[in-house]
């Protein structure tokens, strides 16, 4: 009976123990399984939070990339004189991408700092974020056919644009190198389109714009001169003044004149000499727009000189132009002009002049033309009449210019200045 007992005791105790162990290794499987549930659970978690960041990302790259887009392409459709709108359109840009030199150009020739112009951080979970700017109204459509114009004036007490008058062409898919272009005209001129390179400058003025021009020059080379005794070549020196100006009656026609005064001296070589002064003849001139593209323009001229001088014939003919100019790209580096004087139209005899000129803007400010002149009709001497002029603008106000020109064996060298207002 006692060994039965101890027995009992023995199985009973073995089985508890094994329950217990049993037990006990269940719990640690159970322990195991959460720790992988929660370690799965955290995995696919972040997992989560990571795709949903690199969507969120894409989605703002996106939107950032379809509100530049929309920017851009609003600042393109805008019209040759909505400047003020251009550069909000451009701040926009520049906050969504600072580094858009477009836009970055357009702040720079209005006087704005850049470094006013704040980002806009499009990920609000990054603490720094700048204030969002608002979004870009888009002024009213005008009406079908009329495109809305003006230009900025920042002068004091004044800070919305003011509204011209006229159109100088119809842009109405400008570029954003136009938008430059209008800012460069400088501020309060209440005009046009009319940019500071003269590669781009239209052939005729704006409408209502006017200029005058002022020059020095000398003269010299010889003359052919005749009188009882022959035909000699005679040594020619001279210097002389000139002045003009110049009318936008529209922003298709520019009228003109220019009047001078002359001083001469002659040497011959049998022995004597004189000299004398006296006026040039009047130059009268107009100048109609024909047409007009983003590369290509055409002009149409007359230009009547009547002489003034003791001794002189008043009408000697005029000349009949088709000024025509080409550019080859649209920064308008190189610009080929062809068509200057084309008909002479003399009292006796009429003339076919073939000029040719190649214009240079080496930058905003400087232009160098050379024009040569090498096919004339009728009786002519020998020789390439050419000329070289460079120009200096300083601003659209502003020219200052120098020319050499050879006109067969009469060469001159002036120096003079243009100045317009709007």
Known sequence: MRFMAAGFFVFLSLSILTTFLHSQDQAN?????????????????????????????????????????????????????????AIQLAKRICQLDPEDEEAKKILLAAGIDLDTIKPVNPNPDVPAAPKEAPAVQAPPAPPPGRIPLGSLDTGPGNTSPQQGSGSLRDQGSGSLRDKVNQLSRGIGTGTNYYPIEINRRPLTLPGGASQSTFALGLVGGELEYCDWDGCRNVDLD??????????????????????GYVFLSVDDPWGWSA????????????????????????????????????GTDTYNGFQIGLPTRFTFSDDATIALHI???????????TNINFWMGLGLQASDNVNLRLSLLPVSTGDTPSGTPFEIRLTYSSSINTDMFAVIRDFYGSTEFLVGWNFRSF
Do not use: C, M, W
């Open 29 to 85: 499987d159970a322990i195991k399984e959460f720790k992988k549930a929660v370690a799965d659970a955290r995995k696919n978690y972040d997992g989560s939070i990571e795709g949903a960041k690199e969507k969120k990302d894409r989605e703002i790259a996106a939107a950032t990339q379809a509100a530049l887009k929309a920017l851009k392409d609003e600042l393109s459709s805008s019209g040759p004189g909505e400047v003020a709108r």
């Open 238 to 259: 001279g210097f002389f003044f000139k002045g003009g100006a110049q009318f936008g009656a529209s922003d298709d026609l520019t009228l003109g004149f220019e009047l």
């Open 275 to 310: 000299s004398a002064d006296d006026f040039l003849p009047i130059e009268l001139y107009s100048r109609l727009s024909l047409h007009k593209t983003e590369t290509l323009e055409v002009a149409g001229q007359i230009y009547l000189p009547l002489s003034i001088a003791d």
């Open 339 to 349: 068509g200057d004087g084309l008909f002479n139209l003399g009292s006796d005899t």
